[in-house]
Nanobody, 132 residues
Framework: QLQLVKSGGGLVQPGGSLRLSCAASDFTLDYYSIGWFRQAPGKEREGVSGISSSDGSTYYVDSVKGRVTISRDNAKSTVYLQMNNLKPEDTAVYYC?????????????????????????WGQGTQVTVSS
């Protein structure tokens, strides 16, 4: 299963930073592309970012480009989402997902943008609130 860990607190002021970690507890992430998704109250789930299993290529949706960095440490079976310059509209429950069916950056972008695609593992979600 995937476990989410949040560093930096769940309530962040606008402009603040937060790092989310997504760790695999009983399997290795090496062969999985990882996606981050979020869902705000009353809104549809949306993609945030993804990193491919094949070469570590990354993808970001337009709303987070320049503010978010995704990275992976296969030795630790962990993927990180560093979020900077957070905005109130980033408030949502964040999820990570692992999927072996995506290997190219093109497929990764489709998977992230669709936000409702297939997955092999889905994390439990963690609340991120950006508010002053």
């Amino acid at each position: 299963q995937l476990q989410l860990v949040k560093s930096g607190g769940g309530l962040v002021q606008p402009g603040g930073s937060l790092r989310l970690s997504c760790a695999a507890s009983d399997f290795t992430l090496d062969y999985y592309s990882i996606g981050w998704f979020r869902q705000a109250p009353g809104k549809e789930r949306e993609g945030v970012s993804g990193i491919s299993s094949s070469d570590g290529s990354t993808y970001y949706v337009d709303s987070v480009k320049g503010r978010v960095t995704i990275s992976r440490d296969n030795a630790k079976s962990t993927v990180y989402l560093q979020m900077n310059n957070l905005k109130p509209e980033d408030t949502a429950v964040y999820y990570c997902a692992a999927f072996r069916g995506v290997t190219t950056v093109q497929a990764l972008s489709v998977w992230i943008e669709a936000a409702r695609g297939s997955y092999d593992y889905w994390g439990q979600g963690t609340q991120v609130t950006v508010s002053s």
